[in-house]
T-cell receptor, first 115, second 113 residues
Framework: DTAVSQTPKYLVTQMGNDKSIKCEQNLGHDTMYWYKQDSKKFLKIMFS???????INETVPNRFSPKSPDKAHLNLHINSLELGDSAVYFCASSQEIRVTGNEQYFGPGTRLTVT | QQQVKQSPQSLIVQKGGISIINCAYENTAFDYFPWYQQFPGKGPALLIAIRPDVSEKKEGRFTISFNKSAKQFSLHIMDSQPGDSATYFCAASLTGSASKLTFGTGTRLQVTL
């Protein structure tokens, strides 16, 4: 009954390779996000999708390409991986509720290591 | 530009004590202020959140205090327990679909016996 799931949990790859991370949410939310957490634990938004439409693209290199096949899934494809891409990538989802606000629920993360 | 500033960077509190983490924001349009708790190897988990129309919100041992005029908010953890040892992030967001969370830099809390 995992709310937001990601695969894989760990990803070790060499520079120059292309890799994908998958995310699925079963909360019925209409918005999904990708965040990056760097080695200093700083969390920063990368992308958000609302009803499969790209809403936020936060100054991310175009080597990163998100894809949302449906409201429950948001994948992240990374081309030509670089050392600086090593980080933990978190998927999140939310359903805007006027009273409570923009409650976002995070997945367990994918630790990407580029060697 | 750091829109949400968080302090302290790390905090050590004795069991039973009060842990206090502070955040300050710049964008007056922000209207949703959550706190997240993150354990090692896990994703951030929503702990408690507040909207700017109230000055305080309490859920169990966790309380958010909000000062709109000072553009500051804080998390108080009463009767801190070793199980509270984690990294805490404040965040801020605008209302609206797909609004991003702007996070503070995190506070690593250690509760000692």
């Amino acid at each position: 009954d995992t709310a937001v799931s990601q695969t894989p949990k760990y990803l070790v790859t060499q520079m120059g390779n292309d890799k994908s991370i998958k995310c699925e949410q079963n909360l019925g939310h209409d918005t999904m996000y990708w965040y990056k957490q760097d080695s200093k634990k700083f969390l920063k938004i990368m992308f958000s999708y609302n009803n499969k439409e790209l809403i936020i693209n936060e100054t991310v290199p175009n080597r990163f390409s998100p894809k949302s096949p449906d409201k429950a899934h948001l994948n992240l494809h990374i081309n030509s991986l670089e050392l600086g891409d090593s980080a933990v990538y978190f998927c999140a989802s939310s359903q805007e509720i006027r009273v409570t606000g923009n409650e976002q629920y995070f997945g367990p993360g994918t630790r990407l290591t580029v060697t | 530009q750091q829109q949400v500033k968080q302090s302290p960077q790390s905090l050590i509190v004795q069991k039973g004590g009060i842990s206090i983490i502070n955040c300050a924001y710049e964008n007056t349009a922000f209207d949703y202020f959550p706190w997240y708790q993150q354990f090692p190897g896990k994703g951030p988990a929503l702990l408690i959140a507040i909207r700017p129309d109230v000055s305080e919100k309490k859920e169990g041992r966790f309380t958010i205090s909000f000062n709109k005029s000072a553009k500051q908010f804080s998390l108080h953890i009463m009767d801190s327990q070793p199980g509270d040892s984690a990294t805490y992030f404040c965040a801020a967001s605008l209302t609206g679909s797909a609004s991003k969370l702007t996070f503070g830099t995190g506070t690593r809390l250690q509760v000692t016996l």
